[in-house]
Nanobody, 119 residues
Protein backbone atom coordinates (compact mmCIF):
# COMPACT_ATOMS: atom_id res chain seq x y z
CA UNK A 1 0.00 0.00 0.00
CA UNK A 2 1.36 3.38 -1.01
CA UNK A 3 1.85 5.75 1.91
CA UNK A 4 3.01 9.35 1.81
CA UNK A 5 3.38 11.03 5.19
CA UNK A 6 4.18 14.74 5.30
CA UNK A 7 5.66 16.54 8.27
CA UNK A 8 7.37 19.81 9.15
CA UNK A 9 4.55 22.29 8.77
CA UNK A 10 3.63 24.89 11.35
CA UNK A 11 3.20 28.56 12.11
CA UNK A 12 5.99 30.85 10.96
CA UNK A 13 6.41 34.61 10.68
CA UNK A 14 6.81 36.28 7.29
CA UNK A 15 10.39 35.94 6.14
CA UNK A 16 10.87 32.73 8.06
CA UNK A 17 11.78 29.25 6.88
CA UNK A 18 10.44 25.73 7.14
CA UNK A 19 11.53 22.38 5.76
CA UNK A 20 8.83 19.91 4.86
CA UNK A 21 9.50 16.19 4.65
CA UNK A 22 7.56 13.37 3.04
CA UNK A 23 8.24 9.80 4.09
CA UNK A 24 7.29 7.42 1.30
CA UNK A 25 6.60 3.70 1.52
CA UNK A 26 4.81 0.94 -0.33
CA UNK A 27 6.47 1.58 -3.69
CA UNK A 28 9.94 1.92 -5.20
CA UNK A 29 10.50 5.57 -4.40
CA UNK A 30 13.61 5.94 -6.56
CA UNK A 31 11.64 4.99 -9.68
CA UNK A 32 9.18 7.88 -9.51
CA UNK A 33 9.25 11.56 -10.16
CA UNK A 34 7.76 13.39 -7.20
CA UNK A 35 6.08 16.71 -6.63
CA UNK A 36 4.79 19.07 -3.99
CA UNK A 37 1.40 20.69 -4.37
CA UNK A 38 -0.54 23.00 -2.08
CA UNK A 39 -4.07 24.18 -1.47
CA UNK A 40 -4.87 27.46 0.18
CA UNK A 41 -8.23 28.18 1.80
CA UNK A 42 -10.94 28.75 -0.81
CA UNK A 43 -8.48 28.07 -3.65
CA UNK A 44 -7.82 25.15 -5.94
CA UNK A 45 -4.89 22.77 -5.93
CA UNK A 46 -1.66 24.48 -7.00
CA UNK A 47 1.49 22.79 -8.25
CA UNK A 48 4.59 23.96 -6.35
CA UNK A 49 7.62 21.91 -7.41
CA UNK A 50 8.73 18.66 -9.01
CA UNK A 51 11.86 16.54 -9.08
CA UNK A 52 12.98 13.70 -11.33
CA UNK A 53 13.79 10.20 -10.15
CA UNK A 54 17.48 10.78 -9.49
CA UNK A 55 17.03 14.35 -8.37
CA UNK A 56 19.10 15.86 -11.14
CA UNK A 57 16.29 17.99 -12.52
CA UNK A 58 13.96 20.17 -10.49
CA UNK A 59 11.30 22.68 -11.47
CA UNK A 60 9.43 25.12 -9.28
CA UNK A 61 6.45 27.38 -9.80
CA UNK A 62 7.15 31.01 -10.62
CA UNK A 63 5.40 32.03 -7.41
CA UNK A 64 8.04 30.30 -5.29
CA UNK A 65 11.10 30.48 -7.54
CA UNK A 66 14.20 31.58 -5.68
CA UNK A 67 12.57 30.81 -2.32
CA UNK A 68 11.62 27.10 -2.38
CA UNK A 69 13.87 24.13 -3.15
CA UNK A 70 12.74 20.57 -3.73
CA UNK A 71 15.09 17.67 -3.06
CA UNK A 72 15.03 13.96 -2.32
CA UNK A 73 17.02 11.26 -0.59
CA UNK A 74 16.35 7.97 -2.34
CA UNK A 75 18.29 6.03 0.29
CA UNK A 76 15.83 7.28 2.91
CA UNK A 77 12.73 7.25 0.68
CA UNK A 78 12.14 10.86 1.60
CA UNK A 79 11.14 13.97 -0.32
CA UNK A 80 11.87 17.47 0.97
CA UNK A 81 10.73 21.02 0.39
CA UNK A 82 12.92 23.77 1.80
CA UNK A 83 10.91 26.96 2.06
CA UNK A 84 12.66 30.26 2.70
CA UNK A 85 11.46 33.86 2.77
CA UNK A 86 7.94 32.69 3.45
CA UNK A 87 5.08 35.04 2.66
CA UNK A 88 1.47 35.12 3.88
CA UNK A 89 0.35 33.94 0.43
CA UNK A 90 2.27 30.72 1.03
CA UNK A 91 -0.25 29.75 3.70
CA UNK A 92 -1.77 26.45 2.59
CA UNK A 93 -1.91 22.74 3.19
CA UNK A 94 1.11 21.22 1.48
CA UNK A 95 0.91 17.76 -0.02
CA UNK A 96 3.51 15.30 -1.19
CA UNK A 97 2.47 14.08 -4.63
CA UNK A 98 3.47 10.81 -6.30
CA UNK A 99 4.17 11.74 -9.88
CA UNK A 100 5.36 14.51 -12.17
CA UNK A 101 4.05 18.01 -12.72
CA UNK A 102 2.06 16.96 -15.79
CA UNK A 103 -0.34 14.90 -13.69
CA UNK A 104 -0.17 16.84 -10.44
CA UNK A 105 -3.94 17.32 -10.24
CA UNK A 106 -4.59 13.57 -10.08
CA UNK A 107 -1.42 12.20 -8.48
CA UNK A 108 -1.83 10.30 -5.26
CA UNK A 109 -1.16 12.58 -2.27
CA UNK A 110 -0.50 12.27 1.40
CA UNK A 111 -2.68 13.73 4.16
CA UNK A 112 -0.92 17.07 3.98
CA UNK A 113 0.78 19.37 6.45
CA UNK A 114 -0.47 22.86 7.31
CA UNK A 115 1.82 25.82 6.76
CA UNK A 116 0.65 29.14 8.16
CA UNK A 117 2.62 32.32 7.55
CA UNK A 118 1.47 35.08 9.83
CA UNK A 119 2.81 37.69 12.21
Amino acid sequence: EVQLVESGGGLVQPGGSLRLSCAASGFTFANYGMSWVRQAPTKGLEWVASITTGGSTTTVADSVKGRFTISRDNAKNTLYLQMNSLEPDDTAVYYCSLGPRSTYYRNQRGQGTQVTVSS
